[in-house]
Protein backbone atom coordinates (compact mmCIF):
# COMPACT_ATOMS: atom_id res chain seq x y z
CA UNK A 1 0.00 0.00 0.00
CA UNK A 2 1.24 3.49 -1.05
CA UNK A 3 1.00 6.16 1.13
CA UNK A 4 1.22 10.00 -0.03
CA UNK A 5 2.22 13.07 2.16
CA UNK A 6 1.42 16.14 0.69
CA UNK A 7 2.43 19.35 2.15
CA UNK A 8 3.00 23.72 1.51
CA UNK A 9 -0.32 24.63 1.46
CA UNK A 10 -1.89 27.76 2.62
CA UNK A 11 -2.65 31.67 2.21
CA UNK A 12 -1.73 33.39 -0.08
CA UNK A 13 -1.95 37.01 -1.52
CA UNK A 14 -2.94 36.79 -5.67
CA UNK A 15 1.05 37.21 -7.19
CA UNK A 16 2.58 35.40 -4.47
CA UNK A 17 4.10 31.67 -4.54
CA UNK A 18 3.71 28.51 -3.19
CA UNK A 19 5.48 25.19 -3.43
CA UNK A 20 3.66 22.29 -2.95
CA UNK A 21 5.44 18.95 -1.91
CA UNK A 22 3.99 15.15 -2.16
CA UNK A 23 6.16 12.27 -0.76
CA UNK A 24 5.60 8.86 -1.36
CA UNK A 25 5.98 5.58 0.80
CA UNK A 26 5.40 1.81 0.66
CA UNK A 27 5.50 1.20 -2.72
CA UNK A 28 7.28 -2.38 -3.82
CA UNK A 29 7.88 -0.78 -7.19
CA UNK A 30 8.38 1.70 -9.51
CA UNK A 31 6.61 4.77 -9.32
CA UNK A 32 4.91 6.29 -12.79
CA UNK A 33 3.56 9.04 -13.26
CA UNK A 34 3.29 11.63 -10.67
CA UNK A 35 0.68 14.34 -10.85
CA UNK A 36 -1.10 17.05 -9.00
CA UNK A 37 -4.91 17.72 -9.61
CA UNK A 38 -7.44 20.11 -8.26
CA UNK A 39 -10.56 20.63 -7.06
CA UNK A 40 -12.62 23.98 -6.21
CA UNK A 41 -15.74 24.28 -4.47
CA UNK A 42 -18.55 23.47 -7.00
CA UNK A 43 -16.49 22.63 -9.79
CA UNK A 44 -15.09 18.78 -11.18
CA UNK A 45 -11.11 17.66 -10.05
CA UNK A 46 -8.92 18.51 -13.14
CA UNK A 47 -5.35 18.19 -13.87
CA UNK A 48 -2.92 20.45 -12.89
CA UNK A 49 0.48 19.11 -14.06
CA UNK A 50 2.03 15.91 -14.33
CA UNK A 51 5.52 14.21 -14.98
CA UNK A 52 6.24 10.81 -16.34
CA UNK A 53 9.09 8.47 -15.12
CA UNK A 54 11.11 9.77 -18.04
CA UNK A 55 10.40 13.37 -17.42
CA UNK A 56 8.02 14.54 -20.08
CA UNK A 57 5.16 16.80 -19.09
CA UNK A 58 2.01 18.23 -19.29
CA UNK A 59 0.29 21.01 -17.73
CA UNK A 60 -3.20 22.56 -17.79
CA UNK A 61 -3.39 25.26 -19.96
CA UNK A 62 -4.41 27.66 -17.35
CA UNK A 63 -0.99 27.06 -15.76
CA UNK A 64 1.15 27.13 -18.39
CA UNK A 65 3.91 29.07 -17.36
CA UNK A 66 3.49 29.61 -14.11
CA UNK A 67 3.69 26.27 -12.42
CA UNK A 68 6.49 24.35 -12.68
CA UNK A 69 6.50 20.04 -12.13
CA UNK A 70 9.32 18.75 -11.16
CA UNK A 71 10.28 15.28 -9.17
CA UNK A 72 13.32 13.18 -7.36
CA UNK A 73 12.32 9.86 -7.84
CA UNK A 74 15.50 8.87 -5.04
CA UNK A 75 12.79 10.27 -2.73
CA UNK A 76 9.80 9.33 -4.07
CA UNK A 77 8.87 12.41 -4.20
CA UNK A 78 7.01 14.99 -6.19
CA UNK A 79 6.96 18.67 -6.25
CA UNK A 80 4.32 21.69 -7.71
CA UNK A 81 6.01 25.51 -7.64
CA UNK A 82 3.50 28.25 -8.47
CA UNK A 83 3.99 31.33 -9.30
CA UNK A 84 2.17 34.47 -9.93
CA UNK A 85 -0.72 32.69 -8.17
CA UNK A 86 -4.32 34.07 -9.43
CA UNK A 87 -7.78 33.83 -7.48
CA UNK A 88 -8.81 31.25 -9.72
CA UNK A 89 -6.18 28.96 -8.14
CA UNK A 90 -7.96 28.92 -4.98
CA UNK A 91 -8.99 24.40 -4.71
CA UNK A 92 -7.67 21.39 -3.07
CA UNK A 93 -4.43 20.21 -4.74
CA UNK A 94 -4.50 16.50 -4.78
CA UNK A 95 -1.17 14.15 -5.22
CA UNK A 96 -1.77 11.48 -7.83
CA UNK A 97 1.02 8.87 -8.22
CA UNK A 98 0.55 5.67 -10.78
CA UNK A 99 2.03 2.29 -9.55
CA UNK A 100 0.66 0.32 -12.81
CA UNK A 101 -1.87 -0.94 -12.86
CA UNK A 102 -3.23 1.61 -9.51
CA UNK A 103 -3.62 5.14 -8.67
CA UNK A 104 -2.90 6.33 -5.50
CA UNK A 105 -4.16 9.73 -3.95
CA UNK A 106 -2.72 12.25 -1.07
CA UNK A 107 -5.38 13.36 1.31
CA UNK A 108 -4.87 16.97 -0.49
CA UNK A 109 -3.93 20.47 1.34
CA UNK A 110 -5.51 23.52 0.88
CA UNK A 111 -4.07 26.42 -1.19
CA UNK A 112 -6.18 30.12 -1.15
CA UNK A 113 -5.01 32.79 -3.09
CA UNK A 114 -6.89 36.28 -2.01
CA UNK A 115 -7.16 39.41 -4.00
Known amino acids: QVQLVESGGGLVQAGGSLRLSCAAS????????MGWYRQAPGKQRELVAA???????MYADSVKGRFTISRIDAKNTVYLQMNSLEPEDTAVYYC?????????WGQGTQVTVSS
Open 26 to 33: GSRFSINT
Open 51 to 57: MSRGGST
Open 96 to 104: KVIVPPINY
